[in-house]
């Protein structure tokens, strides 16, 4: 017998697929769930075979992801793989959402797995045409649209240059934000300085909680 879905399943499935993945923090975090009951939750959707739960790194939280059949309950394919060299940038993208749709409840947060899927639809793109997509939009009452990029590493001259003029050029962007990492803020302070009206520098630092910011002392590695 198929496994009754309650409402909440269905939410929690579309917030993982929405990221791709995420760690049983973030679902806790979310939906104001307390263990043990987030771990029993979890399980039982993995048991059904509608959730994936697997281990990047020794030691660490694991990851959920959708299965194929998991994916069926959303509107984004399955992430049949988590690279480990995009695993703590996407750990910080999630905590980023979730402390400005904190901060901004009347915005709408537009993933990146969602602007790639509109963009295919849009321009009926292959893959490798995509071009470069935003971390998430904030989407605004009054339909203002806000790229949110977070970065941990600095990116060469050359490629922020294209970014940011792609950012300014390609979408209907009134301006990008962007979340960096405290080693990279006065570099990107300054390649920023001639986009001052569009490109806004914060740092991440000061967005997150202090239960987020552990992560930033290792997402800085090479994987």
Excluded at 7 to 21: A, L, S, T, V, Y
Excluded at 111 to 133: T, V
Excluded at 156 to 184: H, K, M, V
Aim: hydrophobic letters at 40%; a positive charge.
């Amino acid at each position: 017998m198929n496994m009754i879905l309650t409402e909440r399943d269905r939410e929690i499935m579309k917030f993982i697929n929405q990221f791709g993945f995420c760690e049983i923090v973030h679902i806790e975090k979310w939906f104001g769930l307390r263990k043990p009951r987030s771990y029993k939750v979890m399980q039982r959707l993995v048991k059904e075979g509608l959730v994936i739960h697997e281990r990047i790194l020794h030691g660490k939280h694991g990851i959920f992801r959708l299965s194929r059949n998991g994916a069926r309950h959303t509107d984004l394919p399955p992430v049949d793989k988590v690279y480990l060299g995009n695993y703590y940038h996407q750990l910080m993208v999630i905590a980023v959402y979730m402390q400005l749709i904190k901060r901004y409840p009347e915005a709408v947060w537009i993933s990146e797995r969602e602007l790639i899927r509109d963009k295919f639809k849009k321009y009926k793109m292959e893959a490798g045409q995509r071009g470069h997509i935003a971390d998430g939009v904030l989407l605004f009452p009054d339909n203002r649209q806000i790229a949110i990029e977070v970065e941990l590493t600095m990116k060469g001259s050359w490629r922020l240059e294209r970014i940011f003029s792609n950012l300014i050029t390609e979408f209907d962007f009134r301006g990008a934000w962007y979340y960096c990492a405290p080693q990279i803020m006065k570099k990107m302070i300054k390649a920023a300085d001639d986009y001052d009206t569009y490109i806004k520098i914060f740092s991440l630092a000061e967005l997150l909680d202090l239960n987020s910011i552990p992560y930033l002392s290792r997402c800085n590695r090479r994987v």
